[in-house]
């Protein structure tokens, strides 16, 4: 079956540092969605990408879907507190969309 | 901002009591999932729906699963003999277009079975 490799599992950052986390897949993908997630909460979409090779922002968030098509990252600069979370890569081969494992974001002062 | 809601937030039901968990998608959107998600674990699939039909399911949601939109808001999913391991949090999302597109998450109904 099809594997959606997230990396790193975790991240411990101080506060301004820039973060960034992967996801890899082992077939090519249509769409990688990135969402996040707080504890007791729904994720919420942060960055849609539809096209190989696009570098899309979103406020201090910068994603790419990869040219291959089978991998994407996600950038997060100068972070701050509320960027804790659970960061989620989403992708859609065909049909179903899939998530990765997740990477648990910590941000010290 | 229009988002999509369920009820209730919280649900702790028996083993083998039918459980419906309540959706209200985005209200111009066409397709509709659910999702469910064990503690500590990646959020999956169960199902998606379009045009009062399932276009695709997972291996997890099998004959005690169903899905309906009774009406023009609401989206439902119901567990029909609910099981210890059915225990998660589950989530309602909506899009406008097909999968591909951006899908909108509720907050979602934590289920508990005991």
């Known amino acids: 079956g099809q594997q959606l490799n997230q990396s790193p599992q975790s991240m411990f950052i101080q506060e301004g540092e820039d973060v960034s986390m992967n996801c890899t897949s082992s077939?090519?993908?249509?769409?990688w969605l990135w969402y996040k997630q707080d504890p007791g909460e729904g994720p919420v979409l942060l960055i849609a990408?539809?096209?190989?090779?696009e570098l899309t922002s979103n406020g201090r968030l910068t994603a790419q879907f990869g040219i291959t098509r089978k991998d994407s990252f996600l950038n997060i600069s100068a972070s701050i507190p509320s960027d804790v979370g659970i960061y989620f890569c989403a992708g859609r081969p065909l049909g179903k969309l899939q998530f990765g494992a997740g990477t648990q974001v910590v941000v010290t002062p | 901002e229009p988002e999509v809601t369920q009820t209730p937030s919280h649900q702790v039901t028996q083993m083998g009591q039918e459980v419906i968990l309540r959706c209200v998608p985005i209200?111009?959107?066409?397709?509709f999932y659910w999702y469910r998600q064990i503690l500590g674990q990646k959020v999956e699939f169960l199902v998606s729906?379009?045009?009062?039909?399932?276009?695709?399911k997972s291996e997890i949601f099998d004959d005690q699963f169903s899905v309906e939109r009774p009406d023009g808001s609401n989206f439902t999913l119901k567990i029909r003999s609910t099981k210890l391991e059915d225990s998660a949090m589950y989530f309602c999302a909506s899009s406008h277009g097909p999968p591909a597109y951006e899908q909108y998450f509720g907050p979602g109904t934590r289920l508990t079975v005991t």
């Open positions: 077939s090519i993908f249509n769409t």
């Open positions: 990408l539809y096209k190989a090779g």
């Open positions: 729906f379009y045009n009062n039909e399932i276009s695709e």
């Open positions: 209200s111009n959107h066409l397709y």
